[in-house]
């Protein structure tokens, strides 16, 4: 890795990125069940997005920022998709779960009907 030289500088929001990915990935991990889940991706995003700006300003000019910062945006890069896809997947698990059990109690429901209007018609 090449040494910081004195015309070179940092990415811009290169540490914001890498914490933003990390503190995404901590949320999704720890407190899903908190918010987390919902904060987690909408943190995942946001270091996406300022992750792709900066990578671009990184090849426009290579020379002009330091690989230590281009590290640490690709880094935070990485764990932003993780915890998105994480976040994705933990929704889509939500949903299901939900779903099943709304399709559990109209079911119920229906039963309960069928059969209590099934022994009203044969007591008349």
Known sequence: MKKK?????DLPNSSIIFSLGIVSL??????VCLGGGLLG????????????KATKFYKQ??????ESS????????????VSLVWGVINIMMALAWFGFWILYMIFSFLIFFFSF????????
Do not use: C, E
């Open 41 to 52: 991706p909408i943190l995942a995003v946001i270091a996406l997005i300022m992750a792709n």
């Open 61 to 66: 000019d290579k020379d002009i920022y330091t």
């Open 70 to 81: 281009f590290t640490l945006i690709k880094i935070g890069k990485i764990t932003a998709i």
């Open 117 to 124: 209007f099934l022994q009203m018609i044969m007591f008349l």
């Open 5 to 9: 030289t004195l015309n070179q500088q």
């Open 26 to 31: 901590l949320l999704m991990s720890f407190f």
